[in-house]
């Protein structure tokens, strides 16, 4: 089952904030992606991380 996003926001400290169309909101903690590398390298510049982050049409995540 997927759930609609209505709103998400990428932090520096490679975290976001999401809130889901049921009123659901939390914070999620990519770190562990980002330290792995290879293809997640572009990420570990933080302003990247922030600066591309965004939501699939229709707030699928």
Known sequence: MLYEILYAEAHSDYTVTIRWADGAQGTVDFTSFVA???V???MR???FFV????????GLG
């Open 45 to 47: 510049d933080a302003l």
């Open 51 to 58: 600066r591309e982050m965004w939501v699939l049409p229709r």
């Open 36 to 38: 792995r590398g290879k």
């Open 40 to 42: 997640f390298e572009p």
